[in-house]
């Protein structure tokens, strides 16, 4: 872990720790779990795969994330969030609000434009249930889950 240049005030200290335009758009979407460079990357649409490997490496050596190599072939890695970065979590809820009392933009603007919530947020578990699938009610409904061999 690298000490931050600067006044010494913990807040300039945390600010140079999270205060790019990605940091915490990465924790948000690793609040939910550990996710692999490729659904970052669809999750944190427009970023670049380059801004996102170097955003990465920065978190992890801050002690924010930890990358797993499940090798294989082709290459299995994930990352997930340290203890250290769930330390953010509590900070992503006050920004999420905050964004909300501000009218900065609303989730249902993401869920237009993407056509999903992020990651981490609370809407997605009211969105799953109208969306899932009704159990079959009709004899061919429940046939078609059948599969002979």
């Known amino acids: 872990m690298r000490r931050r240049e600067g006044d010494g005030c913990p807040v300039a200290g945390v600010l140079q720790l999270i205060g790019d335009k990605w940091t915490m758009l990465v924790v948000r979407d690793l609040a ?5 460079t490729t ?3 669809t999750g944190l649409y427009p970023i670049s795969s ?11 050596r801050d002690q924010l994330l930890e990358r797993i190599d499940f090798g294989g072939n082709p290459p299995h890695v994930e990352y997930q969030l340290t203890d250290r970065g769930r330390l953010l ?5 006050t920004l999420r609000r905050l964004g909300q009392i501000l009218e ?14 992020c990651a981490a947020c609370p809407l997605n578990d009211e969105a799953l249930r109208p969306l899932a699938r009704p ?5 061919r409904e429940r046939d078609d889950s059948i599969v002979l061999l």
Not at 135 to 139: E, I, L
């Open 89 to 93: 979590l509590p900070f992503l809820e």
């Open 104 to 117: 900065c933009n609303d989730c249902e603007d993401r869920r237009k434009r993407l056509g999903n919530y």
């Open 50 to 60: 380059r801004t996102l490997v170097a955003r990465l490496r920065d978190m992890e």
């Open 32 to 36: 939910a779990g550990p996710r692999r």
């Open 135 to 139: 159990h079959p009610t009709s004899q």
């Open 39 to 41: 659904q970052l990357l």
